[in-house]
């Protein structure tokens, strides 16, 4: 039995959820091979804007390789309306400790959001929840949890707080849980929170959100003359996980005037 397989056949015996993984890995190819140069993700714009602008004038897409599509699938799991419920009542509880005060929190799975930064100019992203009082954006890791209880990875802070900023939210949650969570034989939910989840709370800072937005208008404005000349990678191991094509232009080793456009939608 494939790590996949097992994944799968745990959650639909522990929590009773169904996983269509045709339907995730549909998702993820639409998503990368339908952006156009009129829009951006939230999450591209915390990585090498070389990279992505590149992608965008040449028609390359970024393969979504299987660690991705294993983290999708933990996503629809914690997505689910029981699990989810269980989650967020655990949390409003701890606020309630905190702040003394209790509102009804709506909830809501995977919102979509789109925002015109410039004219024409579309700012988009998938919140995995949201809430009338806060955001949680879960990410999936094969990194030891006890790292991510010291500090949050700065692509995946800005992702959030870039929600925060474009939701006008002064707080949410970063969800870091282990790719080995619903592989195990783990049988009770708590005891999966406890062995492979990890909260994180994120305070929202303006001053990085207007960088973040300054940032996708350049990258916007790059795009439409046709240019890449834009302060990359962010951080040193992106090069060694760029794809050949886009390093061969990235670096000059290809003409850059052969240009293929990929139209608005």
């Known amino acids: 039995m494939t790590e996949l397989e097992k994944i799968m056949n745990n959650t639909k015996e522990l929590f009773n959820i169904d996983v269509n993984v045709f339907e995730i890995v549909q998702k993820a190819y639409e998503e990368h091979f339908n952006r156009r140069k009129n829009k951006l993700g939230c999450s591209e714009i915390a990585f090498c804007g070389k990279k992505t602008i590149i992608s965008r004038l040449f028609g390359y897409a970024i393969e979504t390789n299987m660690k991705m599509l294993h983290g999708k699938i933990h996503h629809k799991v914690i997505q689910d309306p029981e699990v989810l419920k269980k989650l967020i009542k655990a ?82 949650f970063i969800l870091y849980i282990n790719l080995r969570a619903f592989g195990s034989q783990v049988i009770d939910i708590d005891e999966v929170w406890n062995k492979y989840g990890c909260f994180i709370p994120v305070v929202f800072d303006k001053e990085i959100f207007d960088l973040t937005l300054e940032k996708a208008k350049l990258m916007f404005t790059l795009m439409e003359e046709e240019r890449w000349d834009i302060a990359s990678p962010e951080y040193e191991w992106e090069c060694k996980t760029c794809p050949k094509e886009i390093q061969a232009i990235c670096h000059g080793e290809t003409n850059n005037n052969q240009v293929f456009i990929v139209p608005n939608s």
């Open 91 to 172: 949390i409003d509880k701890q606020l309630e400790a905190i702040f003394k005060i209790y509102k009804p929190n709506k909830v809501i799975i995977e919102k979509e959001i789109s925002f015109e930064i410039l004219e024409g100019k579309i700012l988009e992203g998938h919140i995995d929840v949201a809430t009338s009082e806060y955001l949680i954006e879960i990410k999936t890791t094969n990194v030891p949890l006890k790292y991510w209880s010291k500090e949050i990875a700065p692509f995946h802070y800005i992702q959030a707080n870039t929600y925060l900023g474009l939701e006008q939210k002064q707080f949410g």
